[in-house]
């Protein structure tokens, strides 16, 4: 199962970059205000850039849906030890989002606030 090769790879070798991986289980959930994905040991925190509404509907990176306005918010994610920020358009609403989003779409999202 892919989850235990994971686990077996992350023991042996800890620092395993993130692409050599076998994927595994991705968490996406809200921290208080930020938005947090996660795929242990990796971690994004991508917090809120303004509050809806947003002047135009857009679609959501991580399920693909158009969203009014008031449903959907600017996230940035600041890279460790970089000066670079990224942008994600998500659901305002993270756990019916959470219900859509498939998980290799969540990972690139991850990948986005990890990797230069
Ligand atoms: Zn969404």
Redesign the pocket.
């Known amino acids: 199962m892919a989850v235990d090769e994971r686990e077996l790879i992350l023991e042996l070798f800890p620092g395993t970059p993130f692409d050599l991986l076998p994927p595994g289980e991705v968490l996406y959930y809200r921290e208080g205000e930020n938005v947090v994905i996660e795929e242990p040991p990796f971690r994004a925190v991508f917090e809120p850039v303004e509050r809806p509404p947003l002047p135009r509907p857009g679609v ?1 990176e ?2 693909g ?1 158009l969203l009014g306005g008031a449903f959907a918010r600017y996230f940035r994610v600041r890279l460790a030890g970089a000066r670079v920020v990224r942008y994600a358009l ?2 305002e609403d993270t756990e019916a ?1 959470r219900e ?2 498939r998980p290799e779409v969540l990972r690139r999202i991850l990948r986005k606030g990890i990797l230069p």
């Open positions: 959501c991580a399920c849906r998500l659901c989002c859509r989003a």
